[in-house]
């Protein structure tokens, strides 16, 4: 059985930080390049910040480079997402999305609120 569970999420303060965490069960894990989406209020999914199975390159939406990182234990099947500096526009629930030729995995996704 398939499973994406995502965690770390939670209410923050603007300019302070919060690590996701997503562990992965049910599949091959370092065959599958990972991602991590975003959704907030009444807006599209976007994607926010993804690495390759082997996690050798990493790619981010504009708006969160230099403040996001992703990274990807495969021993520990789970993938991570470094928040810092963290702005209210970074509102949203974060998914986290496997993602290997034609197949995709979803996580229920975790919500990440920065107000003060």
């Known amino acids: 059985q398939v499973q994406l569970v995502e965690s770390g999420g939670g209410l923050v303060q603007p300019g302070g930080s919060l690590r996701l965490s997503c562990a992965a069960s049910g599949f091959t894990f370092s065959l599958y390049a990972m991602n991590w989406y975003r959704q907030a209020p009444g807006k599209e999914r976007e994607l926010v910040a993804a690495?390759?199975?082997?996690?050798?390159?990493?790619a981010y939406v504009d708006s969160v480079k230099g403040r996001f990182t992703i990274s990807r234990d495969n021993a520990k099947n789970t993938v991570y997402l470094q928040m810092n500096s963290l702005k209210p526009e970074d509102t949203a629930v974060y998914y986290c999305?496997?993602?290997?030729?034609?197949?995709?995995?979803w996580g229920q996704g975790t919500q990440v609120t920065v107000s003060s």
């Open positions: 690495i390759t199975s082997r996690g050798g390159s990493t």
């Open positions: 999305n496997a993602k290997f030729n034609y197949i995709d995995y």
